[in-house]
């Protein structure tokens, strides 16, 4: 039996030389494939994605940032931040919180981003966005699925 | 919004807490068609039970509506599974499980960014159904390995013949698991990691 084919692409971004200009705003679902050209396979496994456009002024909160509560929430808080308070008294995700209070991730960043400017919950170190590069970190992953 | 009283939401079982020393996390997407094995396989490997996050989109955002701005844009919500995986007292890996057909996993910002790599599931009686989530892995320069989940109904294609079906290049790893054993499902993620792995050393040398 034969199977159906599909054709390769390409990443969006242009590569090389690195690094790629900071787009201003491009939009979120740009045409289908650039041009392959003869560009070499192997780069194209190497590109990044999350560096470039608008990356700074997005609030720092990924599904995987993990958020501690410092405080008990305060008569003022909204019953939401309340619970979201309530529920990080050991580290917790964002995906996580978004889990257990049934709210979407979106809604549960904007929570967020007032608690943790008010220093009522602080996020840990935010996710490194060059993991990708980071051998050390690729093996401390291999060597705890290992023990799995 | 509809928000359950604040007494009523229960977080996490003790067991399920981390501890207070973590402060990393990473992540790995898994994604594949509809009822390939995505929630079998963040399950088997999580050592929580698997937990469900949602997004909502609208039309606009997904790029179907052309009216934007005009008070018709409808929203939708998507949703998919996680797991988890305490990797050292510091370290914390997460699974997302994502339906690969809907296109609009992509517009999710920040779901892909950031992720280690992916785990293309396959399953091949539909291998057309993960034509267009590949494609946008190679787009969005995502790297991923392709895991054939073995369904006794399934055809067997070897795995060359996969690859070119695919049009995959040389290097991306094809496995086969049996995504409902935490061995089998293990084994692919060690596969991507040695993978992200050789990627990396590549890169240092250049
Ligand atoms: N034989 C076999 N069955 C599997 C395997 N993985 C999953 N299944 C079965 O396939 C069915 C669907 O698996 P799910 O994990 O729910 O698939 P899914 O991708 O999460 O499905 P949706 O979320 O509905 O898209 C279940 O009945 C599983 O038990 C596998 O590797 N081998
Ligand atoms: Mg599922």
Redesign the interface.
């Given at each position: 039996?034969t199977?159906?084919?599909?054709?390769?692409?390409?990443?969006?971004?242009q590569l090389p030389p690195p690094p790629p200009p900071p787009l201003p705003d491009s939009p979120?679902?740009s045409p289908?494939?650039a041009a392959p050209g003869n560009r070499k396979?192997?780069e194209?496994?190497?590109?990044?994605?999350?560096t470039g456009a608008g990356d700074g002024e997005?609030a720092p909160i990924?599904?995987?940032?993990?958020i501690?509560a410092r405080a008990e929430p305060p008569p003022s808080a909204a019953?939401?931040q309340?619970?979201l308070l309530?529920?990080?008294?050991?580290?917790?995700?964002v995906?996580?919180i978004?889990?257990?209070?049934?709210?979407?991730?979106?809604?549960v960043t904007v929570l967020l981003t007032d608690l943790l400017a008010a220093e009522l919950a602080q996020a840990?170190?935010p996710?490194?966005?060059q993991?990708?590069?980071?051998?050390s970190?690729?093996?401390?992953?291999?060597?705890?699925?290992?023990k799995? | 919004m509809d928000f359950k009283s604040s007494d009523t939401v229960t977080g996490p079982l003790p067991e399920d807490h981390l501890p207070h020393t973590a402060e990393t996390a990473v992540k790995i997407v898994i994604v594949g068609g509809f009822g390939v094995g995505k929630t079998t396989m963040v399950g088997s490997v999580s050592e929580i039970k698997p937990l469900t996050t949602e997004e909502t989109m609208t039309q606009a955002g997904i790029g179907v509506d052309d009216n934007y701005g005009s008070d018709t844009k409808t929203a939708t919500t998507v949703a998919m599974d996680f797991g988890r995986i305490s990797i050292t007292e510091q370290l914390v890996l997460y699974l997302f499980g994502t339906p690969g057909q809907e296109r609009f996993w992509f517009l999710w910002n920040g779901l892909f960014e950031g992720a280690l790599g992916a785990v293309v599931l396959l399953d091949t009686r539909r291998l057309e159904v993960s034509f267009d989530v590949i494609g946008r892995l190679e787009e969005k320069g995502v790297p991923f390995v392709v895991a054939v989940n073995d369904f006794p109904d399934a055809p067997r294609h070897p795995v060359e013949d996969l690859r070119q079906a695919l049009d995959l290049a040389p290097e991306i790893p094809i496995v086969t698991c049996d995504a409902r054993r935490r061995a089998a499902s293990r084994d692919v993620l060690m596969t991507l990691l040695r993978f992200l792995h050789a990627l990396a050393t590549a890169k240092a040398r250049a």
């Open positions: 039996m199977p159906p084919r599909r054709r390769r692409r390409y990443p969006e971004e979120p679902d289908e494939a396979e192997v194209r496994l190497y590109i990044l994605t999350g997005r990924d599904l995987v940032t993990l501690v019953p939401e309340s619970a309530r529920i990080c008294q050991a580290p917790l995700s995906a996580e978004s889990a257990y209070l049934d709210l979407p991730f979106s809604v840990r170190a996710l490194v966005k993991a990708r590069a980071d051998r970190l690729l093996e401390a992953v291999m060597h705890g699925l290992q799995l | -």
